[in-house]
């Protein structure tokens, strides 16, 4: 920090008193204890002392913006470990922003062209798989989505079909809980690349492991691979990276602010900018070993104050619900739980006080993450849920 101004220091916006010490409060917005996961819906993540720091430091100055981007890109790839790489607003804009680059590639007529609405109609390639809530990307990126496969299975000749001279990119959704029905990202790269079709990654939530910021890409050779900042990371919530190849993060740079094309709407500020940087100098040194440490003991504290719950049975698993590797505790009843069972108990912690956010699995059991739960309130999630348990037995 530069000024030297106490963290804590709020502006002022006529409000006194203790209630102006906290905007959430002055707001009338609930904090929540955050058992579920790494959710937009829930604020993402809380950032990390020195990213804070970071993006206070960055908002006290003008900059130009594109020498910014450009130093800020460099870093972002020397960290990742990546031929180049720069930041987004969000995984979800990243992925946007790289389909727009695989229609284009680098080329200043065709980045105008796109903006003007009047490129030739392009076609991704997704899985019908893995596809679902982030089919509106594709759409966004001027592209028709072309799903190939089932639920259940993809082959490699429904992938050799979809592939025509309108294909611009296949986008592949990463975690081990998105493996069925599509093809394995290895065969992906290895029938795309033979047909001349760049992959990009949406690898959102694939954090932890730290090595996957560069496994898609420099190990497996996918084109560009897109996080969130705003989750594992610790960056801004509203930050995050695509890294791979230059040619293609040439182009995203060529599409987005702060030029005045088709990504401009995606503005990143210098704040995020900064914020991200510090994140992922903080991120790529962890203690992974520690944090996994830390995670299972708080998973055997909620395991000893839920033991004496009749009927429960608990089970850990060893990665999140996207195959994060963030272990989780499921908790499930038998006899089993009714189907509005699992959802009542989800919704009433939630409106408790505090209000506590728990997940699930299936639609039978429930699931407490240990990651974004403080020492403090490790204490707080088993006993609410102990309570609303006893309850629900009485109500029943
Ligand atoms: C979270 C998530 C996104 C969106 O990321 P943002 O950073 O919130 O924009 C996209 N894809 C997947 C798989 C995600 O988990």
């Not at 850990?316 to 590797?325: D, M, N, W």
Request: with cysteine.
């Amino acid at each position: 920090m530069t000024t030297g101004a106490p963290r804590d220091a709020l502006p002022s916006v006529g409000v006194d008193g203790p209630a102006a010490e906290h905007w959430y409060a002055r707001l009338g917005v609930p904090t929540l204890v955050n058992a579920a996961g790494r959710w937009t819906r829930l604020g993402g993540s809380v950032m990390a002392p020195e990213v804070l720091d970071a993006m206070l430091d960055a908002s006290h100055h003008y900059v130009d913006m594109f020498t910014l981007r450009e130093r800020v890109g460099r870093r972002v790839a020397e960290l990742t470990r990546n031929e180049a790489a720069c930041v987004t607003p969000g995984a979800a804009a990243g992925v946007v922003l790289s389909l727009l680059a695989c229609r284009t590639g680098a080329d200043p007529a065709c980045v105008v062209q796109v903006g003007e609405g009047r490129a030739c109609p392009a076609e991704v390639v997704v899985y019908r798989a893995q596809v679902g809530p982030y089919r509106p990307g594709i759409v966004l990126a001027g592209a028709i989505p072309v799903e190939i496969g089932n639920r259940q299975e993809t082959h490699a000749a429904d992938f050799e079909a979809a592939i025509n001279d309108r294909t611009s990119a296949v986008l592949y959704v990463a975690g081990a809980t998105r493996r069925d029905g599509a093809l394995s990202l290895d065969e992906t790269i290895a029938l795309a690349h033979g047909r001349g079709v760049p992959v990009v990654v949406d690898a959102a939530d694939q954090l932890p492991p730290v090595s996957n910021l560069w496994r898609f890409t420099c190990e497996l050779g996918a084109d560009l691979a897109v996080f969130s900042g705003g989750k594992d990371l610790g960056g801004p919530q509203a930050s995050g990276l695509v890294v791979g190849a230059r040619p293609l993060v040439d182009a995203i740079n060529l599409h987005a602010s702060p030029n005045e094309r088709i990504g401009r709407p995606f503005k990143v500020g210098k704040e995020e900018m900064v914020g991200l940087v510090a994140a992922l100098e903080r991120y790529v040194s962890l203690d992974e070993a520690g944090r996994r440490a830390r995670w299972d003991y708080v998973l055997s504290r909620w395991e000893a104050q839920l033991s004496s719950l009749p009927d429960i049975l608990m089970r850990r698993e060893p990665t999140g619900s996207a195959g994060q590797l963030v272990p989780r505790l499921v908790l499930w009843r038998e006899p089993a739980w009714s189907d509005r069972a699992v959802e009542r108990i989800v919704e009433r912690l939630l409106r408790g006080d505090p209000p506590v956010a728990v997940g699930w699995s299936g639609r039978h059991a429930l699931a407490l993450t240990p990651e974004m739960v403080s020492d403090d309130e490790v204490g707080v999630v088993a006993h609410q849920l102990h309570e609303m348990l006893l309850q629900l037995e009485f109500d029943e």
